[in-house]
């Protein structure tokens, strides 16, 4: 396998009005091999749109990276204040399919014209007629009517309308692909033609490989390699998407898979209603795990001391159970706290 991303140690800020800054990513790593998909999950407000956000280079205040570097294609860009990304990055090396895409196109604009704005961003030697030939070509290879191009966005439904904005996001070949909770405004016909139609467009290599943030479990099985949990501004535990839906190693993972999932085998013979306890603040989140004040299974040193990652940067669970108990999945007791 070809590696297509490294990014390493992310972190980044909310700075609010009073002065304070609120760390919703902090010291997150994310690897992506060429083909792939990375889903990552997490209850509402634990940081998955601030990670998109960071890995899309679409941050803007008040958020702020604080640091990380981002490699794409062995190519390494350093986050922060002080970094200097090549505008030739946004959108062509990463680009974000964004949430909702109803409020991404303006109303009084064609899909033309915004076909022509966008590459004429990164690049304004293409004249709007070569702009309009390529996404031409690119509806056609999917199979999309080519007459969406002469639409005003109220004229589209809403599924035709999401899968015209990921045309549009990847008519510059980008590397890699964030997208933002796309499915989640849509029917579920809807959802599965366009998850059909990206993973059509990765076959295609238009993008190198897709990390897709939301918070809907079962998309995300349908969807990804491998799977991502996110919890407080930090990733709690990372996998294959079978190993991490059937056999989790984090006892917030299995919590969260036992709330939301039509339960798999293990959990079939309980239903958890929900996880005992609410997210924390992340203006003032928990020492040592995060997680610990929720967790049916935590030790002392849980409230202390920041969990080891146990595994490698493609399967591991940031926490002391798991080093414990190494290749065990949580035991039910986990979940149940
Ligand atoms: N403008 C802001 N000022 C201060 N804090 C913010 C701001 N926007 C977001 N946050 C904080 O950042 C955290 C992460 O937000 P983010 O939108 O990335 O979460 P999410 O997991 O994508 O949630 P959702 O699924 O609801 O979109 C939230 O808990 C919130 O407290």
């Given at each position: 396998m070809t590696r297509l991303l490294d990014a390493e140690n992310l972190r980044a800020a909310y700075r609010?009005?009073?002065?304070?800054?609120?760390?919703?990513?902090?010291?997150?790593?994310?690897?992506?091999?060429?083909?792939?998909v990375l889903g990552v999950a997490g209850?509402?407000?634990c940081g998955k749109s601030t990670l998109g956000a960071i890995l899309s280079l679409t941050t803007r205040p008040p958020l702020h990276v604080e640091s990380g570097t981002l490699e794409i294609d062995g190519q390494r860009q350093e986050l922060g204040a002080r970094s200097k990304?090549?505008?030739?990055?946004?959108?062509?090396?990463?680009?974000?399919?964004?949430?909702?895409?109803?409020?991404s196109i303006s109303p009084t604009m064609r899909v033309?014209?915004?076909?022509?704005?966008?590459?004429?961003?990164?690049?304004?030697?293409?004249?709007?007629?070569?702009?309009?030939?390529?996404?031409?070509?690119?509806?056609?290879?999917?199979?999309?009517?080519?007459?969406?191009?002469?639409?005003?966005p109220h004229q589209l439904s809403g599924g035709m309308k999401q899968r015209t904005v990921t045309v549009i996001s990847t008519l510059l070949n980008p590397r890699l692909l964030i997208a933002d909770e796309p499915t989640s405004a849509l029917d579920v016909s809807s959802q599965k033609a366009l998850?059909?139609?990206?993973?059509?467009?990765?076959?295609q290599k238009i993008m190198g490989g897709v990390v897709f943030v939301t918070h809907d479990l079962p998309v995300l099985r349908t969807v990804s390699d491998r799977i991502a949990i996110m919890y407080a501004g930090k990733i709690v535990e990372v996998g294959d998407a079978a190993s991490i839906t059937d056999a989790p190693r984090h006892p917030y993972s299995a919590a969260l898979l036992g709330a939301v999932l039509v339960p798999e085998p293990r959990f079939r013979s309980m239903r958890?209603?929900?996880?005992?306890?609410?997210?924390?603040?992340?203006?003032?989140?928990?020492?040592?795990?995060?997680?610990?004040?929720?967790?049916?299974?935590?030790?002392?040193?849980?409230?202390?001391?920041?969990?080891?990652?146990?595994?490698?940067?493609?399967?591991?669970?940031?926490?002391?159970?798991?080093?414990?108990?190494?290749?065990?999945?949580?035991?039910?007791?986990?979940?149940?706290?």
């Open positions: 609010t009005p009073d002065g304070r800054q609120v760390f919703a990513v902090d010291g997150v790593s994310v690897h992506l091999d060429e083909g792939e209850e509402s407000g990304i090549p505008r030739t990055w946004r959108g062509s090396v990463v680009s974000l399919l964004p949430q909702g895409a109803m409020s033309r014209d915004l076909v022509v704005d966008v590459v004429r961003a990164h690049d304004r030697s293409v004249k709007p007629d070569e702009a309009l030939d390529r996404a031409r070509d690119r509806l056609r290879s999917l199979d999309l009517p080519v007459r969406v191009l002469d639409s005003y998850i059909e139609m990206l993973l059509h467009m990765l076959e958890v209603n929900g996880i005992p306890g609410s997210p924390p603040s992340l203006a003032n989140p928990p020492s040592g795990c995060r997680f610990h004040p929720r967790c049916g299974v935590a030790y002392d040193e849980c409230a202390t001391t920041e969990p080891p990652h146990v595994g490698g940067d493609l399967r591991y669970s940031a926490c002391f159970w798991a080093a414990k108990h190494p290749g065990e999945p949580v035991p039910l007791a986990a979940v149940t706290a």
